[in-house]
């Protein structure tokens, strides 16, 4: 997918929040705050993906607030949540009560 096809979804993109762009047929990342690790800040980003089922398969999760809450929920409804490690768990709770 070429830049010019990349489309955004969803969120606004303010400074210092998380945004949905569509890198190809539903796949979105989604650039979250920074969260510090023994005092080095680390970017955080998370990837949805539409399964053929229209559920959302989620792949570390970020920071959850209602903004990306909302953007989400119109992509479909969330079906699996992935933290692949221990440093990728920090918003996994906020996203199992939703």
């Known amino acids: 997918m070429s830049d010019s096809d990349r489309e955004e979804s969803g969120?606004?993109?303010e400074k210092g929040r998380?945004?949905?762009v569509a890198v190809d047929r539903d796949i979105w990342l989604v650039e979250g705050p920074?969260?510090?690790f023994l005092t080095i800040?680390?970017?955080t980003r998370m990837t949805i993906v539409r399964l053929s089922n229209g559920r959302l398969w989620i792949w570390?999760?970020?920071e959850l607030d209602s903004e990306l809450e909302k953007a989400v929920n119109e992509l479909g409804s969330v079906e699996?949540?992935?933290s692949p490690n221990k440093l990728h768990h920090l918003s996994l709770g906020q996203w199992?009560?939703?």
Do not use: D, K
Request: aromatic share 10%; hydrophobic share 45%; net charge neutral.
């Open 96 to 98: 199992a009560t939703t």
């Open 34 to 36: 920074s969260v510090a």
């Open 60 to 62: 570390s999760p970020i």
């Open 18 to 20: 998380a945004r949905l």
């Open 41 to 43: 800040p680390y970017p």
């Open 11 to 13: 969120l606004e993109g």
């Open 80 to 82: 699996y949540l992935v």
